[in-house]
């Protein structure tokens, strides 16, 4: 997985302070992978990843992450901003009722989505029709009344005997009985093929003529990767759209339709379909795509907590501090708020690349530890905090009563601070260290 790739490269960056063009085009590399594992488009990945690095080397230094982290982070922006720009509403007609036309391969999930949608913009108020333009598959328009039966909506189709209606005929019939009924929009299914063909583009195009709709979603199946770039150009010069509904979100596929389909026809993706169920359905999240895509939601998810919890001035002092030995226990109290404001050292653990490990060991691991730490600090005074050294057996006793542990605690707390300021120091020396200077290359 990404995950484990990303793991040898954060390796290999941590401790430097800057992005150089060394690391983005490392780190780069590998979200190139993880892209086109994702099954975006060879083209849509190289102007993706060209205009990531554009960003990237004229990037700010982040104190809270390191060079990869920082790749990643813009990279998910990026695609956030590419699958969620120029996000709107479904465009709704002056003068109801608003016709949605809905085209796609067959299989592609068209007539399960008239039902999804039917029964979303029933919640949201409106009073949709369901019509069958779809003729051409005998069970289509049982299947369509099955479906608006289960939305609760109503459904226009051609009377049965009549042998093979004309679609177009059945769309314009069906508008002219949205009107008349008063239901504020309407719904057109249609026939797909199982390949683009120009019979089903003219079809779908008449029909589009003949209902002049003001939404012609594009319907696709997440499932078929590369295969939709080409589909959407063949929909988009032969039928046109302004919007996308990508189905079958449930199934392993990781995405990258979305990203390319978005990318090669300019037309945002509006909703996503997730089941074969009429509630597996919602208006399209770009932020949970974008994780899909670069599958590591939860690395993504941990690069936002060390950014909100890290405090960059308190650790720059912090770090100086270290360098010169004057690191006292405020420091170290927040240091250790700092951490676990990110949430339980377990689950943060388990949210790095190759933490899972590190996780089970920690399982044992009793929080309530630092409860006690925490208390004990905060049961000095400042200038107990400040200058440790002064905490002689009175003052002991007087923290220990205080915070409600025994003195042997505080006796473990201060020995430990004075080790660990210890090493830190020596740390220091050896890299020839000095005022912070080991946070610079
Ligand atoms: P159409 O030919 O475009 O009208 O496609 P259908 O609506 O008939 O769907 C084709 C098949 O895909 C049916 O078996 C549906 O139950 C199934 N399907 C549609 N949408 C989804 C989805 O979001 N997830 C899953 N798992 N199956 C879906
Ligand atoms: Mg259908």
Redesign the pocket.
């Known amino acids: 997985t990404l995950s484990d790739r990303l793991t040898s490269v954060l390796k290999n960056l941590r401790g430097k302070g800057r992005l150089s063009e060394a690391d983005i085009d490392a780190t780069a590399r590998e979200i190139r992978v993880a892209l086109l594992e994702a099954d975006v488009a060879l083209p849509v990945v190289r102007s993706f990843i060209s205009g990531v690095k554009e960003r990237a080397k004229g990037a700010e230094v982040s104190q809270a992450l390191n060079p990869a982290q920082q790749v990643i982070k813009i990279v998910n922006e990026e695609l956030v901003g590419i699958l969620g720009g120029e996000k709107r509403d479904l465009a709704l007609a002056k003068n109801p009722p608003t016709v949605i036309l809905l085209a ?10 008239a039902g999804k949608l039917a029964k979303w913009l029933s919640g949201q108020g409106h009073t949709p029709l369901l019509v069958a333009c ?1 003729l051409q598959r005998p069970n289509a328009v049982t ?1 369509l009344q099955v479906v608006g039966e289960r939305a609760g909506v109503s459904v226009f189709a051609p009377e049965p005997g009549n042998g093979v209606g004309d679609p177009v005929d059945v769309a314009r019939r069906g508008v002219a009985e949205a009107q008349r009924a008063q239901h504020d929009t309407v719904i057109v ?1 249609t026939a ?1 093929r199982l390949g683009v063909d120009e019979e089903m583009m003219r079809q779908a195009s008449d029909i589009r003529d003949a209902v002049d709709p003001h939404e012609t979603l594009f ?1 696709v199946d997440a499932m078929i990767g590369q295969d939709a770039v080409s589909t959407a150009e063949a929909f988009r010069d032969g039928v046109g759209f302004t919007g996308v509904v990508l ?5 392993d596929a990781r995405g990258g339709a979305a990203l390319s389909v978005r990318q090669v026809t300019g037309q945002p993706i509006m909703f996503a ?4 169920k009429i509630e ?1 359905f919602d208006v399209f999240h770009p932020d949970r795509m974008a994780s899909r895509i670069l599958g590591m939601g939860d690395v993504l998810t941990l690069i936002e907590q060390a950014e909100q919890a890290f405090d960059a001035d308190r650790a720059e002092q912090a770090a100086e501090k270290l360098g010169t030995g004057e690191l006292t226990l405020e420091d170290f109290l927040e240091q250790m708020q700092a951490v676990r404001r990110m949430g339980p050292l377990q689950n943060l653990v388990g949210m790095l690349p190759g933490g899972n490990q590190m996780k089970d060991q920690l399982a044992n691991f009793d929080e309530s530890y630092l409860d006690r730490v925490q208390a004990i600090i905060r049961g000095m005074t400042p200038e107990e905090r400040a200058n440790p050294k002064i905490i002689n057996a009175s003052r002991r006793q007087r923290i220990a009563n205080g915070s409600g542990v025994r003195v042997s605690d505080i006796n473990d707390l201060v020995n430990r601070f004075f080790e660990a300021r210890k090493m830190m120091q020596q740390m220091a020396g050896q890299f020839g260290g000095g005022g912070g200077g080991s946070r610079k290359n």
Do not use: A, F, R
């Open positions: 796609g391969l067959q299989g592609s999930g068209k007539t399960t989505l779809d299947q299914d797909g319907v189905t079958k979100l449930d199934g379909s997730n089941g074969e597996d």
